[in-house]
């Protein structure tokens, strides 16, 4: 999963990027401590798979305040954002469900229940709906666990790297439907310029060989010029 963390409270965005680089699947997690660092990631938001802010932060050369789910929202960007503020009146939270909220978590808030939170929505915006109520989700024996970032073939759990895993669980969010080489690279490098062509060819073979021991790393099936498919062959 690809987090954002908005948030000007340097040591809790610390401890939030902590704590999901250990509890759940997390290919990149970024920090963002200010507005103008917040307008840097705007071009590359679509590459996020969740969005973690404040409600609101300073403008530096404004000098104003702006509601940041908002201007994700101007930018018809569709992104699962969940707010985490310490304004606990109902006119705050109408405010943020009001500019296309999708969750509102008051701070002081135990991290567990945030982290449960994310994990929800990461089920409900990308894991097909047949499967979105499980923590575990199963394809044809193979199975995901979404709590303990791990996969299992028949309970024996596959040894994968991280972007592996990260590559995997893209595939789980369509299984048997045809993934653009480009949501790809969107997802696992945000900027294609970064990259050269063969780099996601390598990333597919290393996790095709992560699947091999237990002979289904024909599942991953690449249609050539246009993309990769995760299907039971």
Known sequence: MNILIIEDDVFLAARLKQ???????????KIVNS??????????????????????LWNEKQKNWINIVEVIRRNQ???????????????????????WANDYIIKPFRLKELELRVQNWFKAYYIPSQQNTATVLEYWGLSYNIEVNDF???????????????????FFSKPDILISEDIFIDKIWWDAFLIKDRNLRVCMLR???????????????????????????
């Open 152 to 170: 299992f073939y028949w309970e024996e759990v596959l040894v994968l790297t991280k972007k592996s895993k990260y590559i995997l669980s893209i």
């Open 35 to 56: 507005y103008i660092d917040f307008i840097e990631e705007i071009s590359i938001l679509s590459s996020y798979d969740i969005v973690l802010t404040d409600i609101k």
């Open 77 to 99: 960007i569709s992104i699962p954002i969940i707010v985490m503020s310490c304004f606990s009146d109902t006119d705050w939270i109408e405010r943020a469900f009001n500019t």
């Open 19 to 29: 704590v999901f680089e250990k509890k759940i699947i997390s290919n990149r997690i």
């Open 207 to 233: 996790l095709k060989r992560g699947l091999e021991p237990y002979w289904i790393d024909h599942w991953i099936i690449n249609i050539r010029w246009e993309g990769y498919i995760l299907k039971k062959t």
